[in-house]
């Protein structure tokens, strides 16, 4: 099993960067498929981005995020990122980091085994 713990929201203008953090304890990332997702108010929860569990393979991302933001993973820090670069305001929505979903282009919140608590992301414009 694995705790999860997001950190790096905030409010940013447009145009702004952010730094997430997802933090691990009780198992270690490269033991998991990881990823982020998001959810906006009134909307369902939806993909951003998934790293694999080891490097040289491919990471993929939503084509709302693709070229802005990156996905990265610290094996000894046990930390995932997320940076996001040219912030726009409908990317505000609340950001959850997750662990152990399917290795796949466009994985499902269903699918997902363990989620942090998620941290707030405020565009302006």
């Known amino acids: 099993q694995v705790q999860l713990v997001e950190s790096g929201g905030g409010l940013v203008q447009a145009g702004g960067s952010l730094r997430l953090s997802c933090a691990a304890s009780?198992?270690?990332?490269?033991?998991?498929?990881m990823g982020w997702f998001r959810q906006a108010p009134g909307k369902e929860r939806e993909f951003v981005a998934v790293?694999?569990?080891?490097?040289?393979?491919?990471?993929y991302y939503a084509d709302s995020v693709k070229g802005r933001f990156t996905i990265s993973r610290d094996s000894a820090k046990n930390t995932v990122y997320l940076q996001m670069n040219s912030l726009k305001p409908e990317d505000t929505a609340v950001y959850y980091c997750?662990?152990?979903?399917?290795?796949?282009?466009?994985?499902?919140?269903?699918?997902?085994?363990?989620w942090g608590q998620g941290t707030q992301v405020t565009v302006s414009s």
């Open positions: 997750a662990a152990d979903l399917p290795y796949i282009a466009t994985p499902l919140p269903r699918n997902v085994k363990y």
């Open positions: 009780g198992r270690t990332v490269s033991s998991y498929v």
């Open positions: 790293i694999p569990w080891s490097d040289g393979n491919p990471i």
